[in-house]
């Protein structure tokens, strides 16, 4: 005889802590509101309105006569005068704006352009190497990166006065050739851009140390190479205090300083205020011109020292 046992199935165990009528509800995600968006938005319309609207009054101001310069009738096309304006501007003081506008491309392409391979090689070389010094003298650069250029104006005028080379394109060429903080920059591109086994590789052919800078590292660095080349280039063509202090010769000005000086002029004949306004427009297309060529290697720059 045998005897069976039904055994009923017990229910599961509650969760601990945690009871029917006290569930907590979901989370429901957090709605962003528009508030962040609008408040981003109107902090870029207004930073972008500030920095256009005095580029679109120049170009509207450059192309009106002197008469709608000052009056109320500013935007009426009766006044266009954009041709004539240019005529005049060149035609000005014997053509002293286009001697202007050369010694500002001399200075400024120039000074960038070999400044820029100075930087380039500079910064390579405390990549690459090791020498007595390395250390102390890179602190050296980056301290001196924090020092004003204004500051150091006047020491260097009395060094090109002690040479001969004050009132000349050498004492304003010569200041900008090196740059601290293109050193720096360089450097940090080096360390993501030239792998030491492709130098090691250049050796093993035949190539010495120069040899492999030239045809090997600044290739590898040409992104950094315009980076800082676009910086030094900016920087020197906006260059006003040293040019006032280390020339005296108005056909050396650039054309920071011939503007400067048609600026003091014109309270006394106000025929300079329209000149001043077309060459501050045409002032700009260098710089414009750099940046829409350069921009795809400047991009591309801007984020190599990021990562390493």
Known sequence: MSTSVRTTPSAPAAPTGSSPGTRRPPVRPRRTGWYGPAAANLVVGVSALYALLPLL???VASAVDSEALFASDFFDPS????FDNIGTLLAQDDGAYL????NSLLYAVGGAAVGALISTAAGYVFDKFEFTGKRPLFALILISVMVPATVLALPMYLLASDLGLANTVWSVLIPVLFNPFGVYLARMFSAS?????V???ARVDGANE????FSVGLRMIAPGYVTIFLFQLTAIWNNFFLPLVMLSDESLYPLSLGLYSWNAAAPINPDYYPLMVIGSLLALLPLVIAFLLLQRYWRSGLTAGSVK
């Open 193 to 197: 851009y030239v792998p030491d086994e």
């Open 199 to 201: 130098l090691e590789a």
């Open 79 to 82: 006044h266009f005068a954009l």
């Open 99 to 102: 001697r202007w506008y050369g």
């Open 57 to 59: 009054w120049l170009l």
């Open 210 to 213: 120069l040899r492999s800078f």
